[in-house]
Protein backbone atom coordinates (compact mmCIF):
# COMPACT_ATOMS: atom_id res chain seq x y z
CA UNK A 1 0.00 0.00 0.00
CA UNK A 2 1.38 3.37 -1.50
CA UNK A 3 0.36 6.49 0.59
CA UNK A 4 0.64 5.95 4.33
CA UNK A 5 3.12 7.64 4.85
CA UNK A 6 3.50 11.59 3.31
CA UNK A 7 6.72 13.29 2.60
CA UNK A 8 7.37 15.34 5.70
CA UNK A 9 8.95 18.79 5.08
CA UNK A 10 12.08 18.87 6.95
CA UNK A 11 12.52 22.29 8.92
CA UNK A 12 15.40 24.06 8.49
CA UNK A 13 16.55 27.41 9.97
CA UNK A 14 18.77 30.38 8.91
CA UNK A 15 20.82 32.93 10.95
CA UNK A 16 17.61 35.80 10.59
CA UNK A 17 20.14 38.66 12.20
CA UNK A 18 22.55 38.20 9.52
CA UNK A 19 20.67 36.87 6.36
CA UNK A 20 17.69 37.62 4.40
CA UNK A 21 15.70 35.17 1.82
CA UNK A 22 15.92 36.17 -1.77
CA UNK A 23 15.64 34.89 -5.24
CA UNK A 24 18.06 35.00 -7.66
CA UNK A 25 16.44 35.23 -11.34
CA UNK A 26 18.33 34.93 -14.66
CA UNK A 27 17.46 37.85 -17.05
CA UNK A 28 18.72 35.69 -19.86
CA UNK A 29 16.60 32.24 -19.42
CA UNK A 30 14.30 33.00 -15.88
CA UNK A 31 15.98 30.66 -14.20
CA UNK A 32 15.18 31.36 -10.38
CA UNK A 33 17.30 30.10 -7.31
CA UNK A 34 16.08 30.26 -3.71
CA UNK A 35 18.95 31.41 -1.10
CA UNK A 36 19.72 33.71 1.66
CA UNK A 37 22.07 36.87 1.02
CA UNK A 38 24.36 38.12 3.88
CA UNK A 39 23.10 41.30 4.21
CA UNK A 40 27.14 42.30 5.60
CA UNK A 41 28.77 40.90 2.19
CA UNK A 42 26.21 40.67 0.00
CA UNK A 43 26.85 37.25 -0.80
CA UNK A 44 24.41 35.01 -1.59
CA UNK A 45 24.06 31.41 -0.52
CA UNK A 46 21.93 29.63 -3.13
CA UNK A 47 19.72 26.46 -1.46
CA UNK A 48 17.15 25.52 -4.08
CA UNK A 49 16.32 25.80 -7.89
CA UNK A 50 12.53 27.10 -8.10
CA UNK A 51 11.08 25.53 -10.89
CA UNK A 52 7.76 26.17 -10.06
CA UNK A 53 4.98 28.17 -7.31
CA UNK A 54 5.05 25.11 -5.23
CA UNK A 55 8.96 24.66 -5.31
CA UNK A 56 8.97 28.35 -3.91
CA UNK A 57 5.90 26.94 -1.41
CA UNK A 58 8.46 24.22 -0.17
CA UNK A 59 11.07 26.80 0.06
CA UNK A 60 9.16 28.83 2.61
CA UNK A 61 7.81 26.62 4.11
CA UNK A 62 11.42 24.71 4.87
CA UNK A 63 12.19 27.28 6.42
CA UNK A 64 9.51 28.62 8.32
CA UNK A 65 9.21 32.16 5.99
CA UNK A 66 6.14 33.73 5.97
CA UNK A 67 6.80 37.24 4.14
CA UNK A 68 7.44 37.78 0.28
CA UNK A 69 10.98 37.63 -0.91
CA UNK A 70 12.29 39.59 -2.97
CA UNK A 71 13.70 38.90 -6.03
CA UNK A 72 17.57 40.03 -7.59
CA UNK A 73 18.65 40.13 -10.90
Not at 5 to 28: G, H, L, M, Q, T
Amino acid sequence: MMGLFKKKIASRSYDVENEKPVIKASICNGEQVAGFKDIHTGRIEEVMLIKSPADLENFKAMYGINEEITKEY
